[in-house]
């Protein structure tokens, strides 16, 4: 079993950065790909980033590359993305996910956290 916990969210102006941190627990963490996906108000939950297991292999939304990087501390437990050159559209609650093999999609992911809410203003 894995247990996730975003910080990091905030309010931020246009052009701004946020870095968002998910610490996870449990002996397995390592074992898992983990990624973030958001889900702004009214819209589906959408894919951001992902980071393959060892941290070897990244892939990330259109709409975010070149602005967003993922990475991940295994001794530590814990996923980051840093955001920069935010935008009005990047503003959603962003949520860690874990698969138990490598996904961007929200059907396979094995466990969520609860959030963390990022709003860019204009």
């Known amino acids: 079993q894995v247990q996730l916990v975003e910080s990091g969210g905030g309010l931020v102006q246009r052009g701004g950065s946020l870095t968002l941190a998910c610490e996870g627990s449990?002996?397995?963490?390592?074992?898992?790909?983990m990624a973030w996906f958001r889900q702004a108000p009214g819209k589906e939950r959408e894919f951001v980033a992902a980071?393959?297991?060892?941290?070897?292999?990244?892939d990330y939304a259109d709409a975010v590359k070149g602005r967003f990087t993922i990475s991940r501390d295994n001794a530590r437990k814990i996923v980051v993305l840093q955001m920069n050159s935010l935008k009005p559209e990047d503003t959603a609650v962003y949520y860690c996910?874990?698969?138990?093999?490598?996904?961007?999609?929200?059907?396979?992911?094995?466990?969520w956290g609860k959030g963390t809410l990022v709003t860019v203003s204009s």
């Open positions: 449990g002996r397995t963490f390592s074992s898992y790909a």
């Open positions: 980071v393959s297991w060892n941290g070897g292999s990244t």
């Open positions: 996910a874990a698969f138990s093999r490598p996904s961007t999609n929200a059907r396979d992911v094995n466990y």
